[in-house]
């Protein structure tokens, strides 16, 4: 199991730029792949985009080109800087981490991107 806090959300204008930050503690941190999630109101969650121990990244077609997901592992921390927001995006955002060897699932507590004028 990994504890997760998320960080970085806000209030930001439409065109705006936010970075959010997830730290993990409590495994290895590598050994995760990290994974950012959205649920706007009345919506189900949605996965943005997510990112292996080695650095792959894969994400939604409605984010491509404007989000990218990164992470630190001396640091385990993963980011997702997002550019050029649309008042679509706002949502809580959620850290998610997946065990690779168990596949066990720990969430973060969200952190709410409001994009609005």
């Known amino acids: 199991q990994v504890h997760i806090v998320e960080s970085g959300g806000g209030l930001v204008q439409p065109g705006g730029s936010l970075r959010l930050s997830c730290a993990a503690s409590?495994?290895?941190?590598?050994?995760?792949?990290m994974r950012w999630f959205r649920q706007a109101p009345g919506k189900q969650r949605e996965l943005v985009a997510y990112i292996t121990g080695g650095g792959t990244t894969v994400y939604a077609d409605s984010v491509k080109g404007r989000f990218t997901i990164s992470r630190d592992n001396a640091k385990a921390t993963v980011y997702l800087q997002m550019n050029s927001l649309k008042p679509e995006d706002t949502a809580v955002y959620y850290c998610?981490?997946?065990?690779?060897?168990?596949?066990?699932?720990?969430w973060g507590q969200g952190t709410q991107v409001t994009v609005s004028s």
């Open positions: 409590g495994s290895i941190f590598s050994s995760y792949i």
């Open positions: 998610n981490a997946v065990a690779i060897t168990t596949g066990g699932s720990s």
